[in-house]
């Protein structure tokens, strides 16, 4: 599997990490599915998207995405890097 196949993000917990994780993959294109065990965290997470994090969010898309300076449909961002670790053999198990 290539990262151009992923389409669709799902975020494992909503804490500190999945929140930002499912932002950032969120603002790069994707469509992005968050879960907790924690109704409490979901919550929270839920409250999180402030009237100002949405403005934030949306003037990204405007100026970035659907400019065609990122994301998945103009194919550049974060997965664009040269040589990424993730595609080496070893990437998961540490053995190059
Ligand atoms: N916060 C950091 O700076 C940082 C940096 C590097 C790595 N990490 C690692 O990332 C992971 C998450 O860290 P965090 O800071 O976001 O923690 P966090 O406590 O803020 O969030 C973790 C969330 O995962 C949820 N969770 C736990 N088990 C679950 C399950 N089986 N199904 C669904 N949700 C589940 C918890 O309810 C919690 O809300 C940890 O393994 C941590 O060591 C964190």
Do not use: W
């Amino acid at each position: 599997m290539k990262i151009d196949d992923v389409r669709y993000i799902f975020s494992l917990g909503a804490g500190t990490m999945g929140q930002q994780i499912a932002l950032q993959c969120a603002m790069h294109g994707y469509d992005v599915i968050v879960y907790d065990l924690s109704s409490d965290v979901l919550r929270d997470a839920a409250a999180a998207r402030s009237p100002e994090a949405v403005a934030a969010a949306d003037k990204f898309k405007d100026e970035y995405i659907d400019k065609g300076l990122l994301g998945v449909k103009a194919g550049k961002g974060f997965y664009t890097y040269p040589n990424p670790a993730y595609e080496r053999p070893g990437f998961l198990t540490g053995k190059a």
